[in-house]
Every structure is written in structure tokens, then in C-alpha cells.
């Protein structure tokens, strides 16, 4: 017979910290389990869960668990403090699963439901992963957050994301291991925030180890970052910090230049909350001597934002007969929670085009957008704002970009070069320079129509073989520039002479049958003189800009690249 009791006294929860990747400000601990080894015949975590499991035991142990880790957290005097814990998914199958369980614990320890976040995996057995949905479901419909831990490794995916209504998403720490020197990881991290936060959900990194790791998955956009760079787990709760100075300095030392177009206070309109401890009356009264807005947004006590009240929703009450009078008594009062909506929400740091992707994919949402920083309430960008913010960005983008192309122009390739050597003791940066090969005498036998065709050719040749997050503008007339980040030389090798391939094979549709039949050109060269030209070609030159890089010999190595590059019929190459 198991005796699950003693079980539970032989075993412990390590803590480890999860904090905000733009501030170090801590902002919940995980918690894990510990001491397994203490138990007889059990090497893993997930043996003693698969015994538990086997034994139709598994809810029992794991409220036994809940209660181990809730009693420990609530140790933790740190305000606003979140616990994310592990939820096996099977626990769904127990007979005697039923709930509030979770809450009669909370309860007992002077904590609310938004103290604790659930972790559920994709990963595991098909039983586990047929349990999932039905989870996520549960335990949202009871009130609480949900995290998808693993998210990536699982064979859900893309699926789960798009129908599981998590608050938070945790990207594994396969995807994050090495991530500033794998250009595949860095952008599937990239597309995956991009779509979680489309869709209101935050993502945490987990197992960053490394500066350079951290550094990658700010700049993507991670809400969160978790790992051994910020702390390894504790069992001490007192080593848990408030805010982590080592990530904190990170930040401020950090010298590159932010690639996000921040918001200009201007257009944040910064509409006073009320807190969440707030009387009905109190909300009355609000909307009595303020009628500006028919909402008032509210913050819980550390300013932490939750949602809005709206006018209509309260104001049979306000002008009933006895309404006042009834929402001063304390205990109607308690009801104010049940008219708090929820309300779009960003924040500031994912800047200007995120945002307004963001709205333009939830635009039945007349307000606007709220804007928090590190979840903590700043305003509301009303609809006004949102069309102004738009019509400017989309004046800057044109003014800065190549009006055949419409792709980056030259002030753009300016700044990434000088992005390139500021970040240089951080990130190795490639440069490719592209030029046209008998471009003039093409043009002048069939004019510059067909010479635009053949410059939109390339220009979406690049567009579509290069990475999403590659930096790809036009210079002007046949000259292009492309700049990848942490890619290796040996990817972008291949794949700069796939497309200088496959653009020579591609324009040989723009030439007359006559003249594809000959395989050449007749025109006159520069110096007036007639005689043959080849069929376009691209010539391409990569240059490496590493820690050992001078800027002040940049202008010299690529002008002697460009002269080479006209030599080969392969991409050259020049570490700077």
C-alpha cells in the first residue's frame, strides 16, 4: 500500500523567478518540484506522476501538491507576486476530480485566483494531449489564467494556439537555446510572439542562459523571460527578488538602437482608473461628474490594469429611485466586479506597427487601445489618435523607401549599417551588395518598362527567398543591399547564389524569341562602340561585419567588393 502522505513529506518546491523582459522586475515564480530522489524505486518526476497516475491517485496527489506549493508562495512577501503551476492533464480522467478544490486552498492562505497561473503542456502521451483542450476549458471557465507550457514541441502546434484562449504561452527552451546564432529559431520565436500577441496572449522565454540569448528574445518582442540567466530554482524564498539587477543593468547598458518606433505620449490619453476596491457608489458618482467618457477604466491596487466599467451597464441604477441609496450599502457594493469588462489591451514597448496591426485585426472594438507598461496602466489610444498614428507611419514608410520598389531606401540602409558596428560586440552581421550585369544595354534595346520589370523581378526574388526578418532595400536603379543578423556564412552563401541563379533564369522571359535563339544581345556599350552583351545576370558581394570590424574601413572594402563581385559568377565574400 503507497502512503501518499509520506510521499508528500519527502518532497519540495524550488521557486524560480519569471520576470519582465523590459524592466527585471520580477513578476511570478514556477514552481518545481524537488527531492523525487528521496522516494524508493522512483528516478523522475514523471515516473512518480505515472505511478500516481496508474494508481487512479493522481488528483489527490496533485491537490495534495497544490496545497505543498500554494502554503510556500504565500511565504513570499513580494506584492503582486504570481505562482504558475504545473498541472499533469490527466487529472482530467479521475473519478473523484471535482471542482473548487483550488480555491478552498487560495482560500485557506489569504490569496485570490489571480494569484495562480496553471501550466498546461502540449507535450506527453496522446492521453495527455486529448485532455488538453478540455482543461484549458475547465479551468478558465472557473475563473483562472492559463499558460501553455512547451508550446513548440508538441503536436498540437499552430492548432493550439489559434483554440486554446491561453493568457500566456511559454516557448521552449529547444527554440531558445542558441537563438542569437540561429537565424530558424529566431524567426519562428519571432512569427510565434507576433501571432500570440495578435491574439492577446503573452510569451514567456524560458531557459535563457546566455546575454546574447536575452538580448534576441527582447528585441522579438518576449512579454517575459525565465532561466538560469535571472536565477537558477530555489528552494530558499528569500533569494527571490523583487526586481533582478543583473537583467535590470543589462538593459540600461544596452547601447543598440531600438528597432521599435516607439509611441509618442502624445496620442496616449491618459484617462484617470479607478481602483478595483472601488464602491458602486463610488463608480456612480464617477460617471456623475465626468462625461467625457461612458467607461472608466479600472487598476487593482498596484496599478495593474483589468478592465473597464461601462456607463450603460450600471445606469438603471444610478436613476432608479432607490439606486444610490443602495449601491452605498457595503454589502451591494461587493458586486462591482461583475460589471468589469474586458477591454483590448498592449503594451507600450511592442510599438507603433504592432499596435496597429493589433487594431486592425480587433477593430470592433470602438474605444480604442489601452496601453499598459509591464501590464501597469497608462492610457487609452482612442480611435483619433490610432487614424493620426496611422497616417504618419505610413508618410514615414514612403518617404523612406524606393518608389518602384517600395522597399527601404538609402537613410534606412544608413542607419542599419550603423546599427551593425554599435551592436558588434553582440550580434555578426552580413551585408550582401547586389549589381545588375549589362543592365544599360538591356534597357536601351528595350527600354525602361522592361528595365522596371526586371528590378520588381528581383526586388520580389529577395523578398520572397530571404528570411522575414531580414533587412532588404533598395539603393537605386539595379543596386540592392540585404542585412542579415546571426545567420551563418555558409546559409547565406547558398542562399545568395540560388537567387542570382534563379534571376538569370528568370528574366530570360523579358527578351524577344530572337534573341533567346541567339542567346545574346547587339547594343552600343558606353564608349559608343556596338558588339554583344550577355543576358542579364546579378553580381553579389558578402562582407562580415564582426567584433574585429572598423567602420572607417567599410566604404574602401565594399567598394573593392563591388569590383570584384563583376569577376565571379559566384557570390564574393570579405570578412571586414
Not at 202 to 227: H, L, N, S, W
Not at 316 to 322: D, F, G, H, L, P
Amino acid at each position: 500500500m503507497i502512503n501518499w502522505n509520506e510521499i508528500i513529506d519527502k518532497l519540495d518546491y524550488a521557486f524560480q523567478p519569471i520576470i519582465y523582459a523590459q524592466t527585471g522586475k520580477i513578476y511570478a515564480v514556477e514552481a518545481l518540484l524537488r527531492n523525487v530522489h528521496n522516494i524508493p524505486n522512483i528516478t523522475t518526476i514523471d515516473d512518480l506522476f505515472d505511478l500516481a497516475f496508474s494508481n487512479d491517485y493522481l488528483y489527490e496527489f496533485d491537490l495534495l501538491l497544490r496545497e505543498k506549493a500554494i502554503s510556500k508562495f504565500a511565504n513570499l512577501n513580494i506584492t503582486n507576486l504570481k505562482l504558475f503551476y504545473n498541472l499533469d492533464n490527466r487529472i482530467i480522467y479521475n473519478k473523484n476530480y471535482s471542482s473548487g478544490n483550488t480555491e478552498k486552498i487560495l482560500t485557506k492562505h489569504n490569496l485570490t485566483k489571480d494569484k495562480i497561473i496553471f501550466e498546461l503542456s502540449e507535450k506527453g502521451t496522446s492521453i495527455e494531449q486529448n485532455a488538453l483542450s478540455t482543461m484549458l476549458q475547465r479551468y478558465k471557465q472557473s475563473g483562472y489564467s492559463i499558460a501553455i507550457d512547451d508550446f513548440g514541441i508538441g503536436v498540437s502546434g499552430l492548432k493550439l494556439l489559434y483554440f486554446s484562449e491561453a493568457n500566456i504561452i511559454k516557448i521552449d527552451r529547444f527554440f531558445i537555446s542558441n537563438i542569437d546564432q540561429d537565424s530558424k529559431k529566431k524567426l519562428f520565436c519571432s512569427s510565434i510572439i507576433d501571432m500570440a500577441h495578435i491574439m492577446g496572449m503573452q510569451v514567456i522565454a524560458e531557459g535563457i542562459e546566455t546575454q546574447k540569448e536575452f538580448y534576441t528574445c527582447k528585441d522579438i518582442g518576449a512579454d517575459f523571460i525565465q532561466g538560469f540567466l535571472v536565477q537558477k530554482p530555489t528552494k530558499n524564498i528569500y533569494e527571490i527578488e523583487p526586481i533582478y539587477t543583473n537583467i535590470s543593468n543589462l538593459i540600461l547598458d544596452d547601447k543598440r538602437e531600438n528597432q521599435n518606433k516607439f509611441i509618442d505620449e502624445q496620442f496616449v490619453d491618459k484617462i484617470r482608473p479607478m481602483p478595483v476596491n472601488s464602491s458602486l457608489y463610488d463608480i456612480i458618482l464617477h460617471f456623475k461628474k465626468s462625461t467625457e467618457h461612458n467607461f472608466v477604466p479600472i487598476v487593482d491596487e498596484f496599478g495593474y490594469f483589468l478592465g473597464i466599467i461601462y456607463e450603460s451597464e450600471i445606469k438603471k441604477i444610478s436613476y432608479s429611485q432607490y439606486g444610490l441609496s443602495l449601491a452605498q450599502n457595503q454589502n451591494f457594493s461587493t458586486t462591482l466586479l461583475k460589471y468589469l469588462k474586458p477591454a483590448l489591451s498592449v503594451e507600450i514597448s511592442w510599438g507603433i506597427d504592432k499596435i496597429l496591426e493589433i487594431y486592425n485585426l480587433n477593430f470592433q472594438n470602438s474605444l480604442g487601445i489601452f496601453i499598459t507598461n509591464s501590464d501597469k496602466y497608462l492610457g487609452l489610444i482612442n480611435l483619433n489618435s490610432l487614424l493620426t498614428m496611422s497616417y504618419k507611419r505610413n508618410i514615414e514608410i514612403a518617404t523612406n523607401q524606393n518608389p518602384l520598389t517600395k522597399l527601404p531606401g538609402n537613410n534606412q540602409i544608413e542607419k542599419f549599417i550603423g546599427n551593425s558596428f554599435r551592436n558588434i560586440q553582440i550580434n555578426i552581421t552580413h551585408i550582401i551588395y547586389f549589381d545588375f550585369n549589362d543592365f544599360k544595354p538591356f534597357n536601351d534595346i528595350y527600354g525602361f518598362r522592361q528595365g522596371d520589370r526586371a528590378i520588381l523581378i528581383f526586388s520580389e526574388l529577395l523578398q520572397k527567398r530571404y528570411p522575414k526578418n531580414s533587412f532588404i532595400a533598395h539603393i537605386g536603379g539595379d543596386d540592392f543591399f540585404v542585412g542579415l543578423t546571426d545567420f551563418t556564412f555558409e546559409d547565406i552563401f547558398a542562399l545568395t547564389l540560388d537567387i542570382q541563379n534563379e534571376f538569370k533564369y528568370s528574366v530570360k522571359n523579358l527578351y524577344s524569341k530572337e534573341d533567346k535563339e541567339i542567346g545574346y544581345i547587339v547594343s552600343k556599350d558606353r564608349f559608343g562602340i556596338t558588339r554583344s552583351f550577355n543576358f542579364l545576370s546579378v553580381s553579389s558581394a558578402i562582407i562580415e561585419i564582426n567584433p574585429q570590424s572598423n567602420i572607417l574601413n567599410f566604404d574602401d572594402t565594399l567598394n573593392f567588393m563591388k569590383r570584384e563581385s563583376k569577376k565571379s559568377i559566384e557570390p564574393v565574400y570579405k570578412v571586414l
